[in-house]
C-alpha cells in the first residue's frame, strides 16, 4: 500500500505540475481523487515494475536460503581417518573435528574410513539418499570420493587433511580446516574439470615412467622398514634414479604420432603455468583440456634441471620437454599392463592408455 500512495502522489503532482505549466490549465483538476481517477494509467505503470521487483526479490532469496538448508542437511562425509594431517592427532582434536563437521553435514551420515575404504562408503552414502558429499583426506581419497560425485551427480566438498593437498589449494580452498567448513556452509557451487584414464576419473594428473616407480618403491620402504613417508620418499628416488628406467611410448593427440624414449610421461588435468611451488599451480580447472608432457632425455642431469625448471614455473624455457594442451591423448606402450600412478596411486592399467577431458563434470563447493 506504501507503494502504491507513494507513486499515487507521485503521478497526482506531475498532473498539476504538467497542467501548471501547459496551454489548457482548466482541463486537470486540482482535487486529488480526481485526477487520481483520470490518469490512473500514469500510476500504474510506474508503481508495478517496484512492486514486482521487490516481490522477487524477496522469493529468490527465501528460495535459495531454503534451497541451502535443504542441501547442507543432506550432505554425507567420508575422511580419511588415516590422512597425513589426522595421524598424529589425539582423540579430542578429532572430536572437535566431528562436532564442527556435524554442522554441515547430517551426523549420522560421517563415515571414518581408510584411504582404501572411501570410495565404498561414498557409494553407500550416496544408496542411503546423500545429495553431496564431504570428503576429508589427501588427494588419493578426494579422487576416490570425487569419481562416486560425478557419477552420482551430487556435489562435492573438500576438507585438506592429506600432506600437500594439491587439489584442494588449486580449488581455493582454505588451509585451515575451520576455514575450509565455513566455505562449506557458504555453500557455493561451481562445475570444473575431471581427467579419465581408461574409464577411471582422476583431478589432478597421470603419470608413466620414474614416478610411480618412484611410489611403488617408497610405498614398500614404508612397509617393510617402517620409514616415515619423506625419509622413504628420499630413499626412493635415490633408488630409482640410480636405475634410470627409460620407457618406449608412442603418443597420439588428434591423429599425430610421436615416438619417445622417455624417463616420464606427464598428463595434468587442466594446464600447470606457475610451476609446482607456486601459490597457484593451476589457474584454472574448467579449461576442459589435458596437459600433455613427454620429457625426451636419457640423462640424469638434464632430467634433473627439467624438473628444477618446471617446479620454477619455467616451463616454457625447458629443453626437451615436449608438451602441449590436448581434448584426448593416447598413450601405448610394447607391455600389455603399464605401472601408473593416479592422483599419486600406483595402479596396473591396460596398454594403451587412453585419457580424455571430462568439461564440468564434477560440481564442488568452493570459493
Same mark, same amino acid.
Not at 507513486?7 to 501548471?20: I, P, V, W
Not at 545429495?131 to 570420493?145: E, F, N, P, W
Not at 628420499?234 to 615416438?259: K, Q
Given at each position: ?94 572430536? *572437535? ?16 574410513? *581408510? ?108 612397509? *617393510? ?143
Amino acid at each position: 500500500m506504501r507503494i502504491v500512495r507513494y507513486f499515487t502522489c507521485l503521478g497526482f503532482l506531475r498532473c498539476n505540475m504538467k497542467a501548471e505549466s501547459g496551454p489548457n490549465k482548466h482541463c486537470f483538476s486540482r482535487n486529488p481523487a480526481a485526477s487520481v481517477r483520470r490518469h490512473r494509467w500514469l500510476q500504474i505503470p510506474m508503481a508495478w515494475p517496484q512492486l514486482l521487483i521487490t516481490v522477487t526479490a524477496r522469493f529468490v532469496t527465501a528460495t535459495t536460503r531454503l534451497t541451502v538448508g535443504i542441501q547442507l542437511n543432506q550432505l554425507g562425509a567420508v575422511i580419511n581417518a588415516s590422512a597425513g594431517s589426522l595421524a598424529r592427532v589425539e582423540s579430542a582434536a578429532r572430536e *572437535s573435528l566431528q562436532a564442527e563437521l556435524c554442522s554441515v553435514v547430517r551426523p549420522e551420515w560421517v563415515r571414518w574410513v *581408510s584411504g582404501a575404504d572411501a570410495e565404498k562408503e561414498a557409494k553407500q552414502l550416496i544408496e542411503k539418499g546423500a545429495q553431496g558429499l564431504v570428503v576429508g583426506g589427501g588427494d588419493g581419497t578426494i579422487s576416490a570420493v570425487a569419481g562416486v560425485a560425478a557419477a552420482a551427480g551430487v556435489c562435492l566438498g573438500v576438507l585438506p587433511l592429506g600432506t600437500r593437498n594439491h587439489f584442494a589449494r588449486d580449488l581455493g580452498v582454505p588451509a585451515d580446516v575451520g576455514d575450509a567448513i565455513r566455505t562449506l556452509q557458504d555453500f557455493r557451487l561451481r562445475r570444473i574439470d575431471l581427467g579419465e584414464v581408461n574409464g577411471t576419473t582422476f583431478i589432478n594428473n597421470v603419470s608413466l615412467g620414474l614416478y610411480p616407480k618412484l611410489v611403488a618403491r617408497r610405498e614398500k620402504f614404508q612397509r *617393510s622398514r617402517g620409514w616415515r613417508k619423506l625419509t622413504a620418499h628420499a630413499a626412493a628416488a635415490g633408488y630409482v634414479l640410480r636405475r634410470f628406467p627409460l620407457s618406449r611410448v608412442s603418443v597420439e593427440v588428434e591423429g599425430r604420432l610421436m615416438m619417445a624414449k622417455t624417463p616420464i610421461v606427464f598428463v595434468s588435468n587442466n594446464v600447470c603455468r606457475d610451476g609446482l611451488l607456486a601459490d597457484a599451480r593451476r589457474p584454472a580447472l574448467d579449461l576442459g583440456k589435458l596437459w600433455v608432457c613427454v620429457a625426451r632425455t636419457d640423462s640424469r642431469l638434464a632430467l634433473m634441471r627439467m624438473c628444477r625448471d618446471f617446479l620454477l614455473g619455467r616451463r616454457d624455457e625447458i629443453p626437451g620437454l615436449d608438451a602441449e594442451e590436448v581434448d584426448a591423448v593416447t598413450v601405448t606402450m610394447r607391455r600389455r599392463r603399464m605401472l601408473v600412478a593416479v592422483d599419486g596411486e600406483v595402479r596396473h592399467l591396460a596398454s594403451p592408455l587412453r585419457l580424455r577431458s571430462l568439461p564440468g563434470a564434477l560440481q564442488v563447493i568452493a570459493p
